[in-house]
């Protein structure tokens, strides 16, 4: 029986429960915060990168007297856990008697089957080899074999093409003596027995094409052939051959599609076209129609041809609306029938596209060689009817499209695009730029406002503009969205030239009114028309920027959503606030011209206001009485503005609003004058008054005089507010007439408290 410790020495007395605490009650096994032992029992501990976090801020040597103090309690723990279950622990090492023997005993039967598995996989590796190599040499035959009939089928194929084209007319000559006979056998067509020839040649003609196909078609085959057994002897020496039966098939194809087309052989066209499918050279198809059909309808319209020296043009001509007819008609006559078989529906002839790559491709060429002067966008109403002409032109040809598709994939055709570049709008843009903000900057470059006598408009709306600077600006901003000039694809460009024009004459108005308040026209360039311009001429610009508000928000605003109904919800949006936006920048500037006349107005007032100095020199040191009456002055300050606003101009262009609100603001400014020279004029006199009063006193205190004497007569400075209070009584008054309480003004009230009786100074009458 083993002792309960780990070695031989007597086992000592049964240890005495230590205390958890030492002499100052803190724990024996206790650990700083940092320190937390239940880490080293995750799965994913790493050593190294948790002393890297702790180095950070605990010295290595804690941190390692801290890891020995662990590793002894630990010990410690082990040591009391085995004398705990001590006798547990001793009985497990007698129960482990005899393992060795029944480890070997058990190692015998283990190697026994080892053996007979390597016995078994060393007598099936050989045939696994030998199954392995068949399948290899079976997989390779198979390839082989496929090879061989890839090229015993081309061989057919290409022995069958050649045998098929040796059945058909073997040069153009034979061709065209066919057509020849059948050419002769039309002449007589009365003749029955013409006529049986002349059905011999149809179904010839139908034969043939019927052969084609059936060529095309085993062409197609070869290809397919060829291209999977690329790069193999066979096919290599047998290049030639193919490609003799290609050009053979090509050539042959080529002369029955030609008459075909020249006797409108439906049948014999239909099959043509498969074939030039099935071979995928539908190009060719496109530019035999062409050529043969197509250039020679074109040229009797717009003749060009090819010279000596190049492209031979006929007469040149911009107008291209007649040529656009003509071609129109030819179309829907000698071209339709094929439209109609290429377009026929299941038919798979839907590759041709006829309509861009023959047709319009021939109209391409002869337009750009034929009508050069058509094209010049120098001629910008020429060039505009041209360019709609064409448009519409396009919409004609895409009305021969069976579907939408249809007509999606000729626009996307790079004929379609190459056509619609032959039109330069941009240059036409820039062109109509030039003649529209040339005509408003040209107006708007004169040194003075000019009226206009008739204001009505082209269009027989009356407009009621009056000055020509506006009507041009209006006449611009029209011709901008007139449909002899707008091309909608770039009405963008022309929106953007539309708010240009309103920013424009909005800078012409803003530089005139800086210029008429700094009094300088240099610092401002273009309001020389403002120096010099009088108050009557102020109306224009105000009723003329109402109009023009109203125009552009109104009417105008509805005309170009109404052309750009097409667009979507947001760009049309977009379109307008950009014009709601230039409309109320222009009618910003409606405030500051009311201003300029009111500062005229009051100006010409201040100059009656000014007699009002002459009170001090009539009252002061005089023996006058006080005044009974108002000064003449009073009647003529009113009467720059009362002359203004019952001016016919004024009657006839402004607003009620407009003219009340110059009332108003002339009359506030006149009255605050008025106050000022008022207040001005008492202050002085109250302090010349006291001067004169202490030089009184002190010359009175000299003689001995009593100091009361002059104590009952009244001041002169009494005298002058009582004139001043007669004043502006009467220029109350004055107010009342043109339709202006004083008493709303504060400038008058103001004015009444400075001047009135003490006894009057509460009440506003007059």
């Not at 014009?579 to 222009?586: V, Y």
């Not at 108003?664 to 006199?685: F, H, K, P, Q, S």
């Amino acid at each position: 029986m083993l002792d309960p410790v780990l070695n031989s020495s007597p086992a000592p007395p049964t240890p005495q429960p230590r205390s958890t605490t030492d002499f100052f009650s803190d724990p024996l096994d206790s650990h700083p915060l940092w320190f937390k032992p239940s880490l080293f029992l995750s799965p994913d501990f790493d050593s190294d990168s948790y002393i890297s976090e702790l180095r950070t801020f605990v010295p290595f040597d804690t941190l390692r007297s801290e890891l020995r103090a662990h590793l002894s309690s630990l010990h410690h723990e082990l040591i009391d856990l085995i004398n705990r279950d001590y006798g547990d622990f001793v009985n497990l090492s007698t129960k482990l008697v005899d393992v060795d023997s029944t480890v070997v005993r058990m190692r015998a039967p283990l190697l026994e089957l080892r053996e007979k598995i390597e016995g078994f996989r060393s007598s099936v590796e050989a045939p696994l080899v030998a199954l392995k190599s068949g399948l290899k040499q079976r997989s390779e035959a198979s390839a082989t074999r496929e090879v061989l009939e890839l090229l015993l089928d081309t061989f057919h194929v290409v022995s069958k093409v050649e045998k098929l084209i040796k059945e058909l007319p073997s040069v153009p000559a034979d061709w065209s003596n066919i057509n020849g006979e059948v050419s002769k056998e039309r002449d007589v067509v009365s003749n029955g027995t013409a006529l049986q020839h002349v059905e011999n040649g149809i179904n010839l003609r139908e034969t043939q094409s019927m052969l084609l196909e059936r060529i095309a078609s085993e062409m197609n085959r070869l290809r397919f052939y060829v291209a999977h057994a690329q790069n193999l002897p066979f096919i290599e020496n047998m290049e030639k051959r193919i490609q003799g039966a290609s050009q053979l098939l090509d050539a042959s194809l080529g002369h029955c599609f030609v008459d075909a087309l020249e006797y409108r052989d439906k049948n014999a066209i239909y099959n043509c076209l498969r074939a030039y499918a099935a071979v995928d050279n539908t190009r060719s198809a496109e530019e035999i129609f062409r050529t043969n059909v197509v250039a020679p309808l074109i040229q009797k319209i717009i003749p060009y041809g090819y010279g000596p020296s190049g492209i031979v043009a006929g007469p040149s001509t911009d107008e291209l609306e007649n040529d656009y007819q003509q071609i129109k008609q030819c179309i829907e006559k000698e071209c339709k029938f094929l439209l109609d078989i290429s377009s026929t529906e299941n038919s798979g002839l839907h590759v041709f596209d006829f309509l861009a790559n023959s047709i319009l491709k021939e109209v391409l060429a002869a337009v750009t060689h034929g009508r050069k002067e058509a094209l010049s966008p120098g001629k910008p109403t020429k060039f505009l009817k041209n360019y709609k002409s064409s448009l519409d032109f396009l919409a004609h040809l895409e009305g021969y499209c069976p579907s939408r598709s249809a007509v999606v994939k000729f626009r996307a055709e790079v004929v379609c695009v190459e056509f619609m570049k032959m039109w330069n709008v941009g240059a036409y843009f820039y062109t109509r730029f030039q003649e529209i903000a040339g005509a408003l900057d040209s107006t708007l470059a004169a040194t003075t406002l000019v009226p206009i006598q008739n204001s009505n408009s082209g269009d027989g709306k009356i407009q009621n503009l009056t000055l020509k600077q506006s009507t041009a600006l209006l006449e611009s901003l029209r011709s901008c969205w007139r449909e002899d000039v707008l091309v909608l694809s770039c009405s963008d460009k022309f929106l953007r030239l539309s708010l240009q024009l309103i920013s424009r004459y909005s800078n012409w108005l803003s530089s005139g009114l800086a210029a008429r308040k700094t009094g300088n026209a240099g610092s401002n360039p273009g309001g020389e028309w403002a120096t010099s311009a009088v108050p009557e001429e102020f109306i224009y610009i105000i009723h003329d920027i109402n109009c023009l508000t109203a125009e552009v928000c109104g009417d105008y605003l509805g005309h170009v959503l109404q052309l750009l109904s097409a667009c979507s919800v947001d760009v049309l949006d977009l379109v307008k606030q950009s014009i709601l936006q230039g409309g109320k920048a222009l009618h910003a500037l409606v405030p500051p011209a009311v201003k300029i006349i009111i500062e005229v107005l009051v100006e010409k007032s201040a100059e009656d206001l000014r007699q009002l100095k002459g009170i001090t020199a009539t009252y002061r040191m005089t023996n006058k009485p006080l005044p009974v009456r108002h000064s003449p002055y009073v009647s003529g300050i009113l009467r720059p503005v009362k002359a203004f606003l019952d001016g016919e101009r004024a009657t006839t262009y402004l607003t009620k609003e407009t003219r009340n609100e110059i009332l108003l603001g002339a009359a506030t400014d006149i009255t605050d004058r008025y106050y000022e020279l008022a207040a001005d004029l008492v202050n002085v006199a109250r302090k010349t008054e006291s001067s004169l009063q202490r030089i009184r006193q002190g010359a009175q205190r000299r003689a001995g005089a009593s100091s009361d004497v002059s104590d009952h007569n009244v001041s002169d400075t009494d005298k002058i507010c009582m004139q001043l209070f007669l004043d502006i009584q009467e220029y109350g008054r004055n107010l009342a007439v043109i339709g202006v309480e004083a008493a709303d003004i504060p400038s008058y009230r103001s004015l009444w408290q400075c001047v009135a009786p003490q006894d009057r100074q509460l009440t506003i009458n007059f």
